[in-house]
């Protein structure tokens, strides 16, 4: 049958693995530093990918393919969350993965980790990973993480978490990724952790314009973390 599908010219392809991250189906893998389709039946022709190709390497065709699969894109997703299965930069360490937490009901012990999941980088997560689907979700500033003392004990139980930085990263980018987690993985709250300096309160436009995009119906609040570590507000945001 002919239907529409994605090609890529190699030629073009500089290896950045941006479309890969960008194709919530996971139909495109890196190798020999190439972009490569992994199989006609992930790929379902929509071409949410090429917006993320910084060098125009990728188009969508009409050419005879099998249909696209849906149960079949579910099953190799599955397998694609596996320990060992690298993201788009080839790296073993970014390989997306899901931890198992053993602490008590007030977190963890001292010294012990709340973080259930790798990547945690809102740019590198995929929107239909498992350790989404019906989430909680932190939408963190990089600084936050680092300034606010008692991270894994008061905020990341139990909870799935997307960092960057609004005022240095390409916000514009953000918002659609973030748009894209929330619908396609189900979130079912967002919470955002920002600085109290004016520009990082940026993420909160960012999540209120991601949660509309989505047409999602989620609760969404805001804690505001000070420069030495306090936390000096929260509450909801207004959608």
Same mark, same amino acid.
């Given at each position: ?62 050419? =005879?393919? #099998? /249909?696209?699969? %849906? *149960? ?9 969350? !596996?320990?060992? &299965? ?83 990263? =390409?916000? #514009? /980018?953000?918002? %659609? *990724? ?9 979130? !079912?709250?967002? &919470? ?48």
């Amino acid at each position: 049958m002919k239907r529409n599908i994605i090609e890529i010219d190699e030629e073009l392809c500089n290896g950045c693995g941006s479309c890969v991250t960008a194709c919530a189906e996971g139909a495109l893998l890196m190798v020999d530093g190439k972009a490569k389709l992994v199989s006609d039946v992930y790929c379902d022709g929509l071409g949410a990918c090429i917006g993320d190709c910084p060098t125009g390497a990728l188009k969508v065709i009409e050419r =005879d393919a #099998p /249909a696209f699969d %849906e *149960k079949a894109v579910e099953r190799h997703l599955e397998e694609s969350n !596996r320990p060992e &299965t690298p993201l788009a930069c080839g790296c073993p360490g970014s390989a997306a993965m899901t931890f198992q937490i053993a602490d008590g009901p007030s977190g963890p012990a001292p010294g012990k980790s709340s973080l259930s999941h790798f990547p945690v980088k809102l740019q590198l997560l995929n929107p239909a990973a498992p350790f989404l689907r019906g989430a909680d979700l932190l939408l963190m500033a990089d600084c936050a993480a680092l300034c606010y003392p008692a991270l894994h004990q008061k905020l990341l139980k139990g909870k799935a978490v997307a960092m960057g930085c609004p005022k240095l990263d =390409d916000l #514009p /980018a953000h918002v %659609e *990724k973030l748009s894209r987690v929330i619908s396609q993985g189900g979130v !079912r709250s967002l &919470t955002v952790v920002h600085m109290e300096v004016p520009c990082c309160s940026g993420f909160v436009r960012a999540a209120q314009m991601a949660v509309q995009q989505a047409d999602a119906h989620i609760p969404v609040r805001h804690i505001t973390i000070g420069r030495q570590g306090d936390l000096l507000a929260e509450g909801p945001v207004e959608i």
